[in-house]
């Protein structure tokens, strides 16, 4: 089993930044890749961005140019640098880590964009 811990959220205002983290733990096998998805009140959960370990990087287009994805192979770190952050940020962001092909989630960290 892999644990996923997130943290960096909170509540910042429209054209803010904030920095999430999150960190897998566990019987780990092969890490292939790491993201991020998130979920507003009443929609869908969507893709963010995504960390492959062969270093290949996705974003969601209503995040390019303001949410960069990195990370660290060696911690089983992922991280989210998001910036100019607006209302419709607003939601809960959901780590994910594909672990040999299986997908594990984390318990979710809320972020907030408001004035």
């Known amino acids: 089993q892999v644990q996923l811990v997130e943290s960096g959220g909170g509540l910042v205002q429209p054209g803010g930044s904030l920095r999430l983290s999150c960190t897998a733990s566990?019987?780990?096998?092969?890490?292939?890749?790491m993201g991020w998805y998130r979920q507003a009140p009443g929609k869908q959960r969507e893709f963010v961005a995504n960390?492959?370990?062969?270093?290949?990087?996705a974003n969601a287009d209503s995040v390019k140019g303001r949410f960069t994805i990195s990370g660290d192979d060696a911690e089983n770190t992922v991280y989210l640098q998001m910036e100019s952050l607006k209302p419709e940020d607003t939601a809960v962001y959901y780590c994910?880590?594909?672990?040999?092909?299986?997908?594990?989630w984390g318990p979710g960290t809320q972020v907030t964009v408001s004035s």
């Open positions: 994910f880590a594909n672990d040999d092909g299986r997908i594990y």
């Open positions: 566990g019987t780990i096998f092969s890490i292939r890749a």
């Open positions: 960390f492959g370990r062969d270093g290949r990087k």
